[in-house]
């Protein structure tokens, strides 16, 4: 069973930064993609970045130089730094897991199969 757990959302001004967490219950992590997707109101959701099984990053163009995806997979850790923060960035924002194969371009939603309960990032002007 794969659980996702993300945490470290909060209220934040323009400019500023937060790092989001997930924390993956996988007992085999190391063999999963691993994606970072945001939800704004109204919007559908879209995949900001993604972590292959072979270390390889892979980010959304609006996103490319603002955020950073990075792993623990000794303590089966997700994270995506967010530097820079817009008010476009506000959104919900979701961890996913797939098993198997990705590769580094922007994740689909319809490809993950595992999702977190999704921690809200609001950015203020």
């Known amino acids: 069973q794969v659980q996702l757990v993300e945490s470290g959302g909060g209220s934040v001004q323009a400019g500023g930064s937060l790092r989001l967490s997930c924390e993956a219950s996988i007992d085999t992590y190391g063999s999963y993609c691993m994606a970072w997707f945001r939800q704004a109101p109204g919007k559908e959701r879209a995949g900001v970045a993604v972590y292959t099984r072979g270390g390889d990053t892979g980010y959304a163009d609006s996103v490319k130089g603002r955020f950073a995806i990075s792993q623990d997979r000794a303590k089966k850790m997700l994270y995506l730094q967010i530097n820079s923060l817009k008010p476009e960035d506000t959104a919900m924002y979701y961890c996913?897991?797939?098993?198997?194969?990705?590769?580094?371009?922007?994740?689909?939603?319809?490809?993950?199969?595992?999702w977190g309960q999704g921690t809200q990032v609001t950015v203020s002007s």
């Open positions: 996913a897991a797939k098993p198997g194969y990705c590769s580094t371009r922007a994740p689909y939603q319809y490809e993950y199969r595992y």
